[in-house]
């Protein structure tokens, strides 16, 4: 399964260009294509929902062009139903192409089957499909009724009068049937049966239909008069915003992560209903500001959001982001009327409450909602997404709490963001990491400890624990090359660092580990794949604020390749030899300069040979050979490249 590492971050500010919105882009696509004239649409989505949309106006017999590699395109409305009379729609899991598209076509007079992935055949249309079949419609569930796949035959549309549809489960039912009731010419009323939820989108979908010339007449959310005689006629240009639901993850990590964080294309002038997302987030303390075209979130002044408990059912898509920005809170959080999240990409609340736990918090969950308490400390976990693209965005925000974090199946945000984690990488700063590599002696251990206290920094003596794990190892009578029985050893490590001292258990054994036993041993189990991978973790946990020196043979290759500073620290290996003698007599250990000679050149080798993670120089590294300089020398080196690179904050 691919996934991506986030790491941990110290804090989020700057600012991103939002992609065009998805509900937006699918609305404009379909009204577009309905209407009479051409139809200039700018920055349309670029994303897997809209594609399975324009997909299907082409198969419809609608052209429309794309501009070069830009995002605006030119639709030629067919000036009513669609042209071609049978078809066979895949429209994947786009929910904004699949219900729209159904009653578009059921009005249109011909013969078409429509179908999705399983998860869109789970997705239930058949408040939408009872409706249609109120007007006449000839609509067949042809696996289980009340789910697509759909087959739609010519039938004689008796349109008038009043048709009835639930709004209680999705509002996208409503908003399909008012989108294609123009297409009959005749006055009809749709009344609301529930009470209506996600009311904002309903609002989208009146507001362009009155773009391209169709003004429904709203009684309070309950009934709705589309005119009579009423045709789609192009606007000409039409811009599509910025997306209000991508917009929540970026003020978010403005909240959590300091900020500010600031999002363009959406704004006070927007007609997404999202956008009420901003005030949700100033009800937990959050700073924000907005303009005609931006919106601004930076965290409270007291540093913490503050425990919420909200209705948030305004904001369905938005509000997920919440979910997770509880993780942050001051105390237990609850979200209320949230139960059509169980029938989104994939049921929402139980997928919510699973991955929240994974982190560390407690989770209730209930019909339609649900109550999270923060966890004490965030747990670094592998989050599933359940081909959510939601899900996926969301969690990239545990890493604002300084804590690693690993999305499954992340290319799953190509359904309305393909570009998000790149945006998220522009405003969120990792923990910094300098990576110090090199052979044996050369001096990492020594340089790397007068970094960090020069900056204030962790600290990771990589090679101590291989030299632990080789200990404990030969301790339990497991031989150094039974890389499962290591491994299981390694995985398992009572190992701690206490100034200055290394304890196994309540052993102390900072001594022990520099024995030449330990020092061959560690070299031995380090050749073992599985031994390294159980380490992995483990050394990756030592990065947090405010930042984290590392030294090792693979910390710039494998453990921390995103590291902001790489050095590569090299000596001659008759340097090498003199100072490692000379180390070892000063702790009273014994010595021979020939037989450390011997064993340098042994293990260099070694550590350079072997297929996994081995020594080597990165490109991106710094060469730093110490041969002739001392250790003054090496740390001024080291510390003049962080002030060039900017990595220390102050
Ligand atoms: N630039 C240097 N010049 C001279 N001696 C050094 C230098 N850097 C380190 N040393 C000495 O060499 C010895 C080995 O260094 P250490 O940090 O343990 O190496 P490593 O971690 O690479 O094995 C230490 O006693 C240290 O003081
Ligand atoms: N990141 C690391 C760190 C050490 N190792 C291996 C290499 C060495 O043989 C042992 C011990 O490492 P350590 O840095 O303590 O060894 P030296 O003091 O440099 O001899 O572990 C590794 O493979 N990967």
């Known amino acids: 399964m691919a996934f991506l590492d986030l790491s941990p971050m110290l804090g989020a500010s700057g600012s991103v260009r939002l992609p065009g919105s998805k509900s937006i882009s699918n609305r404009v696509l379909l009204l577009a294509a309905l209407a009479e004239g051409r139809t200039e649409i700018r920055d349309l989505l670029s994303s897997d929902d809209v594609e399975r949309m324009l997909e299907a106006l082409q198969a419809l017999g609608v052209r429309w062009e794309r501009k070069g590699e830009t995002l605006d395109y030119v639709v030629d409305g067919v000036g009513g139903p669609f042209p071609v009379k049978t078809g066979d729609l895949f429209l994947g899991n786009a929910g904004t192409a699949f219900r729209p598209l159904t009653a578009a076509l059921a009005l249109s007079g011909g013969e078409y089957r429509l179908s999705g992935v399983p998860r869109m055949h789970e997705r239930p249309i058949g408040d939408l499909v009872e409706a249609l079949r109120q007007l006449g419609a000839d609509i067949d569930c042809t696996a289980n009724e009340g789910f697509p796949p759909l087959h739609i035959r010519p039938a004689a549309i008796r349109p008038g009068g009043v048709v009835k549809v639930r709004g209680d489960v999705s509002s996208q039912f409503l908003t399909a049937l008012l989108m294609a009731l123009p297409l009959t010419g005749v006055q009809t009323t749709v009344e609301v049966i529930g009470e209506l939820i996600s009311k904002p989108y309903i609002a989208i979908t009146l507001e362009l239909m009155a773009r391209f010339g169709v003004k429904v007449e709203r009684q309070d959310w309950a009934s709705f008069v589309v005119p009579g005689g009423a045709r789609y006629r192009s606007p000409g240009t039409v811009f599509v915003e910025g997306d209000a639901s991508s917009a929540s993850y970026f003020l978010a990590a403005g909240a959590i992560g300091g900020g500010p964080v600031r999002v363009e294309g959406v704004g006070r002038g927007s007609i997404q209903g999202d956008v009420r997302f901003a005030e949700a987030l100033e009800q937990l303390g959050a700073r924000i500001g907005m303009g005609e075209n931006w919106i601004e979130a930076a965290a409270p002044a007291s540093g913490t959001l503050k425990a919420f408990d909200l209705d948030l059912n305004h904001i369905p898509d938005a509000a997920m982001t919440l979910a997770v920005a509880a993780l942050f809170a001051d105390g237990p959080c609850r979200l209320r009327n949230i139960a059509s999240w169980r029938v989104k990409e994939t049921d929402r609340i139980a997928a919510m409450a699973i991955e929240l736990r994974k982190v560390g918090a407690e989770v209730e969950e209930g019909a339609d909602y649900l109550r999270v308490t ?70 990492k251990g020594t340089v790397a400890e007068r970094v960090a206290a020069a900056l204030g920094w962790q600290v990771l003596d990589s090679g101590s624990l291989y030299r632990i794990v080789a200990l404990a190892a030969m301790r339990a009578g497991v031989a150094l090359d039974d890389e499962a029985g290591v491994a299981a050893v390694a995985a398992a490590l009572p190992a701690r660092f206490e100034t200055g001292r290394v304890l196994l258990g309540d052993d102390d054994v900072t001594t022990d580990i520099r024995s030449e036993a330990c020092s061959s041993g560690a070299s031995r189990v380090a050749v073992l794949p599985a031994v390294r991978e159980a380490l992995l973790g483990r050394q990756r946990d030592y990065r947090s604020a405010p930042g984290l020196v590392a030294d090792g043979r693979d910390m710039g290759s494998v453990v921390f390749p995103d590291a902001g500073l790489k050095i590569f620290l090299t000596a001659s290996v008759e340097a090498r030899a003199g100072r490692r003698y000379k180390q070892l007599i000063e702790k009273g250990l014994p010595a021979n300069m020939q037989s450390l000679l011997d064993d340098l050149r042994e293990r260099d080798a070694r550590d350079a040979a072997r297929p996994v993670a081995p020594l080597m120089k990165l490109p991106d590294a710094a060469l730093l050979d110490t041969t002739e300089l001392d250790v003054e020398g090496a740390v001024a080196f080291v510390l003049d490249l962080v002030r060039d690179r900017g990595l220390a904050a102050g």
Do not use: E, W
């Open 374 to 443: 923060p966890p004490v400390r965030l747990l670094p976990a592998a989050i599933d997404t359940y081909d959510d693209h939601r899900m996926a965005m969301c969690f990239s925000l545990v890493s604002l709490g300084g804590c690693r974090v690993r999305i499954n199946d992340p290319k799953c945000v190509n359904k309305t963001f393909p570009g998000y984690f790149d945006a998220f990488a522009t405003v969120a700063q990792p923990v910094p990491v300098i990576a110090i590599d090199g052979p044996s002696a050369s001096g």
